[in-house]
C-alpha cells in the first residue's frame, strides 16, 4: 500500500529565511506526485505536482520541490519564505493509471513565520 | 468559474440524525471525490466517483453513502451521524487528460456531531 510521510509536524522559520519541508512516500512504481497548501479555514491549494521529465519542479508562490527516486523524497523548498506562506502544506502521492485516481497524503507540516 | 463549491459551509448536527453534505463543480471534471480531514491524519478518502454513474469506496467508507446525481454534483449522505463523523470534510475534482490527473478542492465543510 502506498503511503506518504511528512516527519515534521510542526516548522517555524524566521520571515526571509529559507525553507525545506520533508516528505517520503513509499510507492510500488512511478508515482506522481503533489505538494498542496491550506490557509487556516480554507480549501487545499495546489502548489505544484511532478508527473515525469526534470526532477525539480517549479511552482506557485516562489516554490519548488525535488523529486529524488533514490531517496524516495519530494521535498518542498522556497529561498526566501514571507509572512503569509505561514499555512499547512501536505504532500501527497498517486498513481499513475487511470481515472478515480486515490491520492494518498502525509499528515500535513504546519509552518509557522516568525517576524 | 467559481471551480469546486460545497455547501453548507458549516454544520452541527446531534447524534442520530441524518444530513447530506452536496458538491458542485462547473470544470467539467469526470472524477470526483470525497474526503475526510482530522487532526495530524492528513486527509482520508470516503468515496469517489470515476465519472458520473459509478461511485466507489475509499479509505473510510463505513457511515457514509454517496450520489453521483449528474456530472456536476456530488453528494455525501450521513445516514446515522456520529461524534466519530466530526471533521472537515472536502470535495474535490479531477479530469484525466493525457494519462495524467489532478485534484482540485473545495473550500470544505466543517461538521460537529454532539
Known amino acids: 500500500a502506498q503511503s506518504v510521510t511528512q516527519p515534521d509536524i510542526h516548522i517555524t522559520v524566521s520571515e526571509g529565511a529559507s525553507l525545506e519541508l520533508r516528505c517520503n512516500y513509499s510507492?510500488?512504481?512511478?508515482?506522481?506526485l503533489f505538494w498542496y497548501v491550506q490557509s487556516p479555514g480554507q480549501g487545499l491549494q495546489l502548489l505544484l505536482k511532478?508527473?515525469?521529465?526534470?526532477?525539480l519542479v517549479q511552482g506557485i508562490k516562489g516554490f519548488e520541490a525535488e523529486f529524488k527516486r533514490s531517496q524516495s523524497s519530494f521535498n518542498l523548498r522556497k529561498p526566501s519564505v514571507h509572512w503569509s506562506d505561514a499555512a499547512e502544506y501536505f504532500c501527497?502521492?498517486?498513481?499513475?493509471?487511470?481515472?478515480?485516481?486515490?491520492?494518498?497524503f502525509g499528515g500535513g507540516t504546519r509552518l509557522m513565520v516568525k517576524p | 468559474n467559481a471551480g469546486v463549491t460545497q455547501t453548507p459551509k458549516f454544520q452541527v448536527l446531534k447524534t442520530g440524525q441524518s444530513m447530506t453534505l452536496q458538491c458542485a463543480q462547473d470544470?467539467?471534471?469526470?472524477?470526483m471525490y470525497w474526503y475526510r480531514q482530522d487532526p495530524g491524519m492528513g486527509l482520508r478518502l470516503i468515496y469517489y466517483?470515476?465519472?458520473?454513474?459509478?461511485?466507489d469506496k475509499g479509505e473510510v467508507p463505513n457511515g457514509y453513502n454517496v450520489s453521483r446525481l449528474n456530472k456536476r454534483e456530488f453528494s455525501l449522505r450521513l445516514e446515522s451521524a456520529a461524534p466519530s463523523q466530526t471533521s472537515v470534510y472536502f470535495c474535490?475534482?479531477?479530469?484525466?487528460?493525457?494519462?495524467?490527473?489532478?485534484?482540485?478542492f473545495g473550500p470544505g465543510t466543517r461538521l460537529l456531531v454532539l
Open positions: 466517483s470515476a465519472s458520473e454513474g459509478t461511485t
Open positions: 474535490a475534482s479531477s479530469h484525466l487528460a493525457g494519462g495524467r490527473e489532478t485534484q482540485y
Open positions: 501527497a502521492v498517486g498513481p499513475q493509471n487511470n481515472a478515480g485516481n486515490m491520492l494518498t
Open positions: 510507492y510500488g512504481a512511478t508515482p506522481y
Open positions: 511532478y508527473f515525469s521529465g526534470d526532477t
Open positions: 470544470m467539467n471534471h469526470n472524477s
